[in-house]
């Protein structure tokens, strides 16, 4: 059901692409053409700090959901850290365990690479996210009893 993108597979970098166009078409937030997004992927996972998910619908093979990994080493241990930069399913098939496939092998990737320690943001909205975030184990607090986090950025 999630397999990952390598870059000998274009046709899920493209379909990687697309979700993630979809993704921020469906947020209201600006992307650049999925032919430029399609290249910046490819490029990205030439490396191995990179790592593209897409899960498919079984009976049709649709791609239908994709989550994108990043990694870097840790300042405070000498294992990796990671970072779910993406997480998108289509609309019609949210609430049928997409999410919770392509969470189950991101964690299990960031492992098997060495991470000990993954983040991500998410907007206030996204109570749907949040279920799945939490399900997953992750928590919204700095330690098990450490203070909420906020996520804040800025343009340069």
């Avoid at 098997?112 to 992750?138: I, K, M, P």
Wanted: overall charge negative; aromatic content about 8%; proline content about 4%.
């Amino acid at each position: 059901m999630v397999e990952m993108v390598g870059a000998a597979v274009g046709t899920a970098i493209a379909e990687a692409a697309q979700l993630l166009f979809d993704f921020n078409a469906e947020y209201d937030m600006p992307s650049p053409p999925v032919a430029e997004v399609t290249e910046r992927l490819a490029h990205l996972i030439e490396g191995d700090h990179v790592v593209i998910l897409v899960v498919r619908e079984p009976e049709s093979q649709a791609a239908v959901g994709v989550a994108m990994l990043r990694l870097y080493p840790s300042l405070w241990s000498s294992a990796q850290e990671a970072y779910l930069a993406e997480l998108y399913v289509v609309p019609s098939h949210r609430g049928q365990g997409f999410g919770r496939a392509l969470i189950t092998d991101v964690l299990a990737m960031a492992r098997d690479r060495g991470a000990d320690y993954v983040f991500l943001v998410t907007s206030e909205e996204d109570t749907l996210a949040h279920r799945l975030y939490a399900a997953a184990g992750f928590r919204r607090t700095e330690g098990a009893d450490g203070p909420a986090m906020l996520a804040f950025e800025r343009e340069l």
